[in-house]
């Protein structure tokens, strides 16, 4: 099991919104990060502090925290965005990791 | 533009030992830690530990430590992970994560196969 929790799986057509929610205690006190992987490819950062979008990632991709939950947002999903999705959080010199969401956009 | 490029893919027998690096560029090598993950085939990802670039201070996830060893060449901008005593259950592929001003970058990955 894994300290963070996620969906396993999410579904969405093209132009719909999607919401990945991560639960976990270490989330009431420490950030949330999410990363993009596709298959082969290196993970992409995609939201970190919770709600902070790194430069290049395009703005339909959002994140929010409240209490111990995490949610990204992917607004008008692209198939292009078809990938797994992680969270994590860093709990001084460690990492924590969820165990990933599939999305899958058709 | 930073960047971390790690080496490539290796094949070990069961016992023996493995070396991952991960070069750095683009920023100033000493000045940020570096991170280690892995991710085990189907499974999520797992972390392993934490090098001070600088320093050389490191922390261990207790379930690898005494087999895990991080060293860096800052001459080089290049980190090193040497696992030993592989297992099956060391089969992953392996990553070096850097945080710089709160972004996290990662390396290509390194797939690391165990088998007799």
């Known amino acids: 099991s894994y300290e963070l929790t996620q969906p396993s799986s999410v579904s969405v057509s093209p132009g719909q919104t999607a919401r990945i929610t991560c639960s976990g205690d270490?989330?009431?006190?420490?950030?949330a990060r999410w990363f993009q992987q596709k298959p082969g490819q290196a993970p992409i950062l995609v939201i970190y502090?919770?709600?902070e979008r790194p430069s290049g990632i395009p703005e339909r991709f959002s994140g929010s925290s409240s209490g111990t939950t995490a949610t990204l947002t992917i607004s008008g999903a692209q198939v292009d965005d078809e990938a797994d999705y992680y969270c994590?959080?860093?709990?001084?010199?460690?990492?924590?990791f969820g165990g990933g969401t599939k999305m899958t956009v058709l | 533009q930073v960047q971390l490029v790690q080496s490539g893919a290796e094949v070990k027998k069961p016992g023996a030992s493995v070396r991952v690096s991960c070069k750095a560029s683009?920023?100033?090598?000493?000045?940020?830690?570096i991170y280690w993950v892995r991710q085990a085939p189907g499974q999520s990802h797992e972390w392993m530990g934490w090098?001070?670039?600088?320093?050389?201070?490191?922390k261990f996830s207790q379930s690898l430590q005494g087999r895990l060893t991080f060293t860096r060449d800052s001459s080089a901008n290049t980190a090193y992970m040497d696992l030993s005593s592989l297992g099956s259950e060391d089969t992953a592929v392996y990553y070096c994560?850097?945080?710089?001003?709160?972004?996290?970058?990662w390396g290509q990955g390194t797939r690391v196969t165990v088998s007799s």
């Open positions: 994560v850097l945080r710089l001003d709160n972004l996290d970058y």
């Open positions: 683009g920023y100033t090598f000493t000045n940020n830690p």
């Open positions: 090098v001070n670039a600088g320093t050389g201070d490191t």
């Open positions: 270490v989330l009431a006190n420490k950030y």
């Open positions: 502090k919770d709600s």
């Open positions: 994590y959080s860093a709990t001084g010199y460690a990492l924590v």
